[in-house]
């Protein structure tokens, strides 16, 4: 008796646990993996906010560094290349000439700066006291532990050898995006869908000019505050005038609050010498801020994308807050191009639906 052969019927696949064809489900699953990826971006935002805010860094500088092989092509006839490479070698030769100087020339007098703010610190602090704004005790003291927080704080933020390898990352990054910018517009063009890559283009293009108009405004007003500074404050025998001369140019990279804290040490040393050379600090911090804020930047700068100063203030607060000093350094050319950015897509869209952009008169 031979037994029956087995009958083979075709095996058919039936939905699994994981499987979802209800539309609402599946609806909602996508909801969900929506808010769930904004989450992670948020989060991957927060952790690698340091690595990101270097290549932001780069990028910036790599706009620097095409913004002038644009302007050296107006007179040298020569390749992108060519100029881009004597740029650089001009940039980091000015740098070079400027530490050397400062090293060699008012090196002793940064000793002697802290020596007079913290003079001048206590004595505040012992005026406080005597008016009743802060609890009696004495002001030396005081001043001596909020001063050390300080100093503390800023060891936490990161040792002399972690800034420079910081900036030497931003450098490279910057030289390598600036010597060929199409290849990396063309990487992150080719991730984005076919109709949304001649949009990146246009707003890539608006982005880097904006910038580019930005950093030259920006550098303009630095040597002009610096050399401005350090001329007035001589005039009127104001100690250490080349090093507040030199701290005022650099501190006005950070727009608002740079000058803020190049105001109090100007008005500290000045203080420090006498009455008389106290005031004329101020007068000179005045007219520094004014001439510069009026007159220099308008012209040379036409004002950049026009950020209002409060919206400025809140975002270097809140990047500072977030992403410390690097996010205050970065807050104003990260501002200015989501703003570039939202009103090109604002105006592509009212281009497209046929109408006409409203103009908004500005005071």
Known sequence: MTANPPTTEPHVERPG?????????????????????????????????HPLLLIIGGAIFAVFLDGGARLLGRWLPIPRGWRLLIFTLLGFGFLGWVLWFAGTTISA?????????????????????????IPDGPPADLGAQLLGSVGRLTTAVGSVLGGLTSVIAM???????????????????????????????????????TLRRLLFGR?????????????????????????LGLLT?????????????????????????????????????????????????????R????????????????MGALFGILGVLFADPILATLKVALVDLSDKRVEEQGEKPEV???G
């Open 109 to 133: 007098q940064f000793e002697q700066l802290r020596d007079v703010v913290t003079a001048q610190f206590n004595r505040l602090m012992a005026f406080a006291a005597e008016m009743g704004l």
């Open 219 to 243: 550098i303009v007003g630095m040597v002009f505050e610096g050399a401005f500074t350090w001329a007035m404050l001589s005039l009127g025998g104001v100690p250490m005038a080349a090093l």
């Open 171 to 209: 450098i490279v990054i910057g030289i390598f995006l600036a010597a060929e910018p199409r290849i990396y517009d063309r990487g992150i063009a080719w991730m984005l869908p076919l109709s949304a890559r001649a949009g990146f283009y246009r707003i890539a293009e608006h982005v880097g000019f």
């Open 360 to 362: 908004v008169a500005s």
């Open 17 to 49: 646990p994981a499987e979802f064809r209800d539309p609402l489900i599946r609806r909602e699953l996508q909801r969900a993996a929506v808010w769930f990826g904004m989450a992670l971006l948020v989060v991957g935002v927060i952790v690698l906010a």
């Open 303 to 318: 004002r950049t994308v026009d950020l209002a100063p409060a919206i400025v203030l809140a975002m270097q607060l809140l």
């Open 249 to 301: 140019g650099v501190l006005a990279f950070i727009p608002n609050i740079g000058a803020i804290i190049s105001g109090l040490l100007m008005v500290a040393v000045g203080f420090s010498a006498g009455t008389e050379q106290g005031v004329w600090a101020i007068i000179v911090y005045f007219l520094v801020q004014n001439i510069d804020g009026y007159l220099v930047l308008p012209y040379i700068a």
